[in-house]
């Protein structure tokens, strides 16, 4: 995208007037999706709003249990940061100090996740879909007209707020902002099992989901709706992480499948292979040397099937690299979820339905999304011990904000002043 600027006056050397092209500066911007609006499960409502709403690129998420010191100094930073509008700075601050500090009576943290967009006019592209504090606008079109609350008592008191998610109203502030979260990220980000509102106790199972690539290829709310179905699992999001998998990641992640694919082979080719063998010969084959002509096919198909996802995952076949460059190459894009909860294996697999999308349920995130076995949305682990391993090498998490932070805004510069969006 150009911004056009059609020059004002003639050229000192006569002609008409030119279209100059200036192409327009990228911009980093940020949402922190609140605590409440998480535990109220309304996160993939609001990841869709943006992916959706905007043609932003959606290039971040971690999840944050943010400790007193990181909410008092952002509770500080927000309280400073416009005098023009103190009434509304002290209204959020006091916000931050009430909502992202631990529980004062438990010590435990909350959760809060921040998502990370970036693209041209970033910052107000994102303030548009969030709204203003106060619902002036009181259509539904925004993430606070419909998620938030800002009411008023007979003096025109707030009696009650939620702003549903805070986000930076000028490119400055998001740098500082993000510099700030940044600098936290390694102490209060991650795995955030611990949080007031994420059950502890037997039962309780740690699950992984992979949103594929097939959801990011353009910006569009399926992300976000299929996190919204999977929140009727009454399962807590206990960490995000927005990555690229490289090859050598999808090779480990997926190795179990090839020793599978070649042994199903047998059950899979058995019907097609006699049929097609019996036509070409004009003579039902017996099926002992049909099955063993299976046997022999299956780790050729299993390999060429393990090629093809892993190239779907990564954008790569694995045999056309090395070694060396399996471990960095990536293209394509997923969101690893960490789901905690009673029985959390078998609820998420309910809901996203069975691998075969033509076979799965109605109203199921593969039976709505998918395509075919391999292009489907979504992986889920298929029991605790393998989302132990999975975890393993996805790594969710690993903090993978602060680089694109530091491409932006590192080094005390990158952010240029922006134009400020009233609250």
């Given at each position: 995208?150009?911004l056009?600027?059609?020059?004002s006056?003639?050229?000192?050397?006569?002609?008409?007037?030119?279209?100059v092209?200036?192409?327009?500066?990228?911009?980093?911007?940020?949402?922190?999706?609140?605590?409440?609006?998480i535990a109220k499960?309304?996160?993939?409502g609001?990841?869709?709003?943006?992916?959706?709403?905007?043609?932003?690129h959606?290039?971040g998420?971690?999840?944050?249990?943010?400790?007193?010191g990181?909410?008092?100094?952002?509770?500080?930073?927000?309280?400073?940061s416009d005098?023009?509008?103190?009434?509304?700075r002290?209204?959020?601050?006091?916000?931050?100090?009430?909502n992202?500090?631990?529980?004062?009576?438990?010590?435990r943290?909350?959760?809060?996740?921040?998502?990370?967009?970036?693209?041209?006019?970033?910052?107000?592209?994102?303030?548009r879909?969030?709204?203003?504090?106060?619902l002036?606008?009181?259509?539904g079109?925004?993430?606070?007209?419909?998620?938030?609350?800002y009411?008023?008592?007979?003096?025109?008191?707030?009696?009650?707020?939620?702003?549903?998610?805070?986000?930076?109203?000028?490119v400055e502030?998001?740098?500082?902002?993000?510099?700030?979260w940044?600098?936290?990220?390694?102490d209060?980000g991650?795995?955030i099992?611990?949080?007031?509102?994420?059950?502890v106790?037997?039962?309780v199972?740690?699950?992984?989901?992979?949103?594929?690539?097939d959801n990011?290829?353009?910006?569009?709310?399926?992300?976000?709706?299929?996190?919204?179905?999977?929140?009727?699992?009454?399962?807590?999001?206990?960490?995000?992480?927005?990555?690229?998998?490289?090859?050598?990641?999808?090779?480990?992640?997926?190795?179990?499948?090839?020793?599978?694919l070649?042994?199903?082979?047998?059950?899979?080719?058995?019907?097609?292979?006699?049929?097609?063998l019996?036509?070409?010969?004009?003579?039902?084959?017996?099926?002992?040397?049909v099955?063993?002509?299976?046997?022999?096919?299956?780790?050729?198909?299993?390999?060429t099937?393990?090629?093809s996802i892993v190239?779907f995952?990564?954008?790569?076949?694995?045999?056309?690299?090395?070694?060396g460059?399996?471990?960095?190459?990536?293209?394509?894009?997923?969101?690893?979820?960490?789901?905690e909860?009673e029985n959390?294996v078998?609820k998420i697999?309910?809901i996203l339905?069975t691998?075969?999308p033509?076979?799965a349920?109605?109203g199921s995130?593969?039976?709505?999304?998918?395509?075919?076995?391999m292009?489907?949305?979504?992986?889920?682990?298929?029991?605790?011990?393998n989302?132990?391993?999975?975890?393993?090498?996805?790594?969710?998490?690993?903090?993978?904000?602060s680089?694109?932070?530091?491409?932006?805004?590192?080094?005390?510069?990158g952010?240029?002043?922006?134009?400020?969006?009233a609250g």
């Open positions: 995208m150009f056009y600027i059609l020059a006056r003639r050229p000192a050397w006569g002609g008409t007037n030119r279209m092209i200036f192409p327009m500066a990228q911009e980093l911007a940020f949402v922190f999706i609140n605590p409440y609006t499960s309304r996160t993939g609001v990841i869709a709003r943006y992916c959706g709403r905007t043609d932003l959606f290039v998420a971690r999840m944050f249990g943010p400790s007193h990181l909410a008092e100094e952002y509770a500080d930073q927000i309280r400073r005098p023009k509008n103190q009434a509304t002290d209204l959020l601050a006091d916000y931050v100090l009430r992202y500090s631990p529980d004062s009576t438990t010590g943290r909350r959760r809060v996740m921040l998502l990370l967009f970036e693209g041209e006019q970033a910052v107000e592209k994102i303030w879909v969030t709204g203003s504090i106060t002036r606008w009181g259509s079109e925004t993430v606070r007209d419909t998620y938030g609350d009411v008023l008592d007979d003096h025109g008191d707030v009696r009650y707020f939620e702003p549903a998610v805070l986000v930076g109203t000028c502030r998001c740098g500082e902002a993000l510099k700030l940044a600098r936290y990220s390694a209060d991650g795995m099992s611990t949080a007031a509102d994420v059950p106790g037997a039962g199972e740690r699950t992984l989901v992979l949103l594929k690539p990011f290829r353009i910006p569009s709310q399926r992300a976000g709706h299929i996190v919204d179905t999977l929140s009727t699992s009454n399962l807590r999001i206990v960490a995000a992480r927005k990555f690229s998998m490289t090859v050598a990641q999808a090779e480990e992640f997926y190795g179990p499948v090839r020793d599978a070649a042994e199903k082979f047998e059950g899979i080719g058995f019907r097609r292979a006699s049929d097609a019996t036509r070409e010969f004009a003579f039902q084959i017996p099926e002992g040397p099955r063993e002509l299976c046997r022999g096919i299956g780790p050729a198909f299993a390999e099937q393990f090629e190239e995952m990564t954008g790569f076949r694995p045999s056309q690299h090395s070694a460059e399996k471990a960095t190459l990536s293209r394509e894009e997923c969101l690893a979820l960490v789901y909860g959390a078998s697999r309910d339905g691998t075969d033509t076979k349920r109605p995130v593969r039976r709505e999304y998918g395509r075919d076995i292009v489907n949305a979504a992986h889920a682990s298929d029991s605790p011990e989302a132990v391993r999975e975890l393993g090498i996805v790594r969710p998490q690993d903090d993978s904000v680089g694109t932070i530091a491409k932006y805004y590192g080094n005390g510069g952010a240029s002043q922006g134009k400020e969006m």
